[in-house]
């Protein structure tokens, strides 16, 4: 099998702290993806459609922090009728999202990842290998089959 460049953004602090294994399969599932749309041959519908879903995916970050909120909410609301012990789980979730913010890395981020949440470069990079494999940007071959092309797409996205 043919070694391909990794398809990280500079400066992905997520990807930074995931297991590269997780990167991988997920720079892979990206790729099949758009190796799929050429085999189904690259209609614009199609594309326009996936680009809309790729805009409303959401990122790794904002699951995590929609999740840190509403188990915070919940704590809160379970404590008064428990008493205080659950306010632990609120200071929990804010050094959660403060260790996130600043580093790119939380004890929640591995599993979110292995779960398929991606950061938001990793979805743009792929909205930007469709646009390339549309025709917006000349740097894609023609030759090749569909996941040399995929993969082509994703290294111009990168750059």
Known sequence: MQSRPPVMATHDKVRMHTPSVVNHQLDAEAEHRLAEFLEGG???AACHARITRLDQEWEMERVLAL?????????????????RTLWSIPAIGGAV????????????????RRMGFRSRQEIEIEKYALKSLRGDFRRIPVEGGPLARANAAMVAARA
């Open 42 to 44: 690259n209609n614009p």
């Open 67 to 83: 999740g840190v909120g509403v188990a915070s909410i919940a704590a809160m609301l379970a404590s008064k009728g428990l008493g």
């Open 97 to 112: 999202l403060v260790q996130q913010t600043l580093t790119g890395g939380s004890l929640l981020a591995p599993l979110l």
